[in-house]
Each structure stands twice: as structure tokens, then as C-alpha cells.
């Protein structure tokens, strides 16, 4: 197996699970694996995101954002409060107390499988790993910005 062929069948494969994971733990809510990233940004950040920081964190594009957070506004997931004279932009969204129940089991969850994935796996390796992955998606992306 060539460089490419190993590193691109990786990244897909794992690409692949974390799908199927997002997925199957979502629809047991009625939600899409669409919805995780949302929901996980937003409990990591109390004091709110607006829309344009949960594309940057989530790495979705804003039209599936704006799709999510209409849909999460609508299952009373998530709320917002737009500020008199403001920009929908700079609105801000927030966990509410459904919301966080969700986002508690998604990340008990989310935590119970990245143990189950890094069986075997040393801290040391896994800082290397990561260290390594940046480094890649860095080059990657310089690399995408000159051609």
C-alpha cells in the first residue's frame, strides 16, 4: 500500500465511524448527526456562540449551521436572545436546560468512545498523534491556499 492510499483510507475510514457514531447516538433524540457538532460547541461555551463562531469551531459551512440552529431553536435544544438593533449574526445561542441534558449524555458518550478507540493507544502516542495530525492539516491547508 502506498503513502496516499494508507493515509487517505484512514482518514476516511475514520471519517466513516465518527459518522455512524454521530448518527446512531443522535437518532435515538430525533436529531441528525448534523446536530452533534452544534450542540457538543455550545456546552463547551456557556456564554454562548453566535452562528458564524459555530461554523469556524464546527468546521460545517453556514447553511447547515443556520439549518441546525433553526431546528435545535425549534425542539427547545437551544435559545437566543437578539439584542435590540443588532445583526442576527452577532445573536448569540445557548444551551437551554434540555439542551445541556442532551449535550451531558452526547459527551458521556463521546467520552466512552474515544476510550473504546484509543485502546492500546499511550498518552505519549496519542500526543504525537495529534501533535502530527496538525501539523499535516497545517501543511494541507497552506498547501490548498497556494495551488
Same mark, same amino acid.
Given at each position: 500500500?502506498?503513502?496516499f ?8 475510514? *475514520?471519517?466513516?465511524?465518527i =459518522? ?18 452544534? $450542540? #457538543?460547541? *455550545?456546552?463547551?461555551?456557556? +456564554?454562548? =456562540?453566535?452562528?458564524?463562531? /459555530? ?13 441546525? =440552529?433553526?431546528? *435545535?431553536?425549534?425542539?427547545? /435544544? $437551544?435559545?437566543?436572545? $437578539? ?8 445573536t448569540? #445561542? #445557548? *444551551?437551554?436546560d434540555e439542551?445541556?441534558? =442532551?449535550?451531558?449524555? /452526547?459527551?458521556k458518550?463521546?467520552? +466512552?468512545?474515544?476510550?473504546? !478507540?484509543?485502546? !492500546? ?17 497545517d501543511? /494541507?491547508?497552506?498547501?490548498?491556499? +497556494?495551488m
Open positions: 500500500m502506498d503513502r492510499e494508507a493515509f487517505a483510507g484512514l482518514i476516511i475510514e *475514520l471519517n466513516r465511524c =459518522l455512524r457514531i454521530k448518527d446512531n447516538e443522535m437518532k435515538q433524540y430525533g436529531l441528525k448527526a448534523s446536530h452533534t457538532m452544534c $450542540i #457538543y460547541q *455550545l456546552s463547551q461555551h456557556e +456564554e454562548g =456562540l453566535t452562528a458564524t463562531q /459555530l461554523t469556524d469551531l464546527s468546521c460545517v459551512d453556514k447553511a447547515a449551521i443556520s439549518r441546525t =440552529l433553526k431546528h *435545535l431553536v425549534e425542539r427547545k /435544544l $437551544i435559545h437566543c436572545d $437578539i439584542p435590540e438593533n443588532k445583526r442576527s449574526y452577532r448569540l #445561542y #445557548y *444551551l437551554t439542551g445541556k441534558r =442532551l449535550s451531558d449524555s /452526547l459527551n458518550r463521546i467520552n +466512552e468512545a474515544l476510550e473504546s !478507540g484509543g485502546q !492500546g493507544v499511550t498518552d505519549e502516542d496519542r500526543e504525537t498523534m495529534y501533535k502530527c495530525m496538525g501539523m499535516i492539516r501543511n /494541507l491547508s497552506k498547501y490548498v491556499e +497556494e
